[in-house]
């Protein structure tokens, strides 16, 4: 019988299950939330293509970066619009005027973050905004495979390890062009839904949001309207925290093989944090980095080159600033608690218990702020 990837290490990639040709593989969410392959070993006929093609069990092709640009886009109401200085809207917008199609992630009403397919400068809006959660991506393998059978340009835009499965599944497709988002680990949708109070998830929510522009601050929009009773600011956002100090990340995600200094994309994308630039002082307003790792980024980037004010920068000034660039976050004691306890007391409660410190500090600012 094939030998998928352990546990641990599995992205949810969903390669496994789009190569399989008896659909001997289902995607299932574990009780964290988060999507693994099961196997029914009465389907399976022994062709070990889930094994050959899973991205974790064979070697993948690595490039040190080509070029290194800080950019943002010259429409400034644009740029302030986007995060991260607008690369992705812009590449994305680019691409579907050249008659290419966008997968990318979005949010999807009632409550679900998944890859869509976007044909239309209207769709790729939804596909907007950082989100700090992991995208169900397994549904759209058969939409590309059906755009790339038809000779269309695809661009894919995900996280490193889901461009990983798109690139194992379509090997040195010439159609396929692949941007990967600097990535430092994801929680799952259900972790977010469970941050959110039950009252508030029952209203007809459309949009979420994580950021604006380059603060952070996380809001639901209903039917076009931000919702005046629920907006969370960095300062008191325990979901944020918890991202940021690593607790409910992926297991793989703490032994990320895609967290170093050589890329699989042909482009990556993300915040220059850490940019010593002369010439661009208005990071407040967003900043992109773009690695630009094969021919096929250089094409992407040539896309939207025309609309964007950049620089090239040393690949150190990145490296310095930007943690997944170098290696996986560590592990910690916090994460632990967390896993342990979610099962048993669910996410707000397993939270106190894994960030005390943190919490106490929120509450005394917040406390402080309201009480001068």
């Known amino acids: 019988m094939p030998t998928l990837c352990s546990h641990k290490e599995c992205t949810g990639c969903a390669t496994c299950?789009?190569?399989?040709?008896?659909?001997?593989?289902?995607?299932?969410?574990?009780?964290?939330?988060?999507?693994?392959?099961?196997?029914?070993?009465?389907?399976?006929?022994?062709?070990n293509l889930c094994e050959k093609k899973c991205p974790l069990l064979h070697k993948q092709e690595y490039k040190i970066p080509e070029k290194i640009i800080a950019c943002y886009w010259k429409d400034e109401k644009k740029r302030i619009e986007s995060t991260s200085g607008g690369i992705g809207t812009l590449l994305a917008q680019e691409f579907i005027k050249n008659n290419g199609i966008i997968y990318g992630c979005a949010f999807t009403p009632p409550f679900n973050i998944c890859h869509i397919r976007c044909t239309t400068i209207e769709n790729i809006l939804r596909l907007r905004g950082s989100k700090y959660v992991q995208s169900e991506i397994h549904e759209t393998y058969t939409k590309i495979n059906e755009d790339l059978k038809t000779q269309k340009n695809v661009l894919f835009i995900g996280t490193p390890c889901q461009i990983a499965g798109i690139k194992a599944r379509f090997p040195k497709h010439p159609n396929l062009f692949t941007v990967e988002l600097i990535c430092h680990g994801v929680p799952s949708c259900?972790?977010?839904?469970?941050?959110?109070?039950?009252?508030?998830?029952?209203?007809?929510?459309?949009?979420?949001?994580?950021?604006?522009?380059?603060?952070?601050?996380?809001?639901?929009?209903?039917?076009?309207?931000?919702?005046p009773s629920y907006q969370r600011p960095l300062s008191n956002d325990l979901y944020m925290k918890a991202f940021f100090n690593g607790i409910t990340y992926r297991p793989s995600c703490l032994s990320c093989h895609f967290a170093r200094k050589e890329r699989n994309a042909d482009m990556t994308i993300g915040d220059f944090?850490?940019?010593?630039?002369?010439?661009?002082?208005?990071?407040?307003?967003?900043?992109?980095?773009?690695?630009?790792?094969?021919?096929?980024?250089?094409?992407?980037?040539?896309?939207?080159?025309?609309?964007?004010?950049?620089?090239?920068?040393?690949?150190?000034?990145?490296?310095?600033?930007?943690?997944?660039?170098?290696?996986?976050?560590?592990?910690?004691?916090?994460?632990n608690v967390f896993r342990t306890l979610y099962?048993?007391?669910?996410?707000?409660?397993?939270?106190?218990?894994?960030?005390?410190?943190?919490?106490?500090?929120?509450?005394?600012?917040?406390?402080?702020?309201?009480?001068?």
Request: hydrophobic fraction near 35%; charged fraction near 25%.
């Open 190 to 227: 259900k972790f977010l839904k469970e941050s959110i109070p039950s009252n508030i998830l029952k209203k007809r929510i459309k949009q979420i949001n994580f950021r604006s522009n380059s603060q952070y601050k996380f809001s639901l929009i209903e039917d076009n309207q931000i919702l």
């Open 17 to 47: 299950f789009a190569v399989c040709p008896q659909h001997a593989i289902s995607m299932e969410k574990d009780i964290y939330g988060f999507l693994y392959p099961k196997m029914d070993h009465n389907k399976c006929i022994e062709c």
């Open 343 to 372: 099962p048993h007391f669910g996410y707000k409660y397993s939270l106190f218990f894994a960030l005390p410190d943190k919490i106490l500090a929120m509450k005394i600012k917040y406390y402080l702020k309201h009480n001068k």
């Open 273 to 335: 944090w850490g940019l010593k630039s002369t010439k661009i002082t208005d990071i407040n307003k967003g900043v992109s980095l773009v690695l630009i790792n094969t021919n096929a980024g250089k094409t992407l980037f040539n896309l939207c080159s025309d609309s964007l004010y950049s620089e090239e920068r040393p690949y150190k000034e990145a490296l310095d600033a930007n943690e997944p660039l170098n290696h996986p976050i560590k592990k910690s004691i916090r994460y």
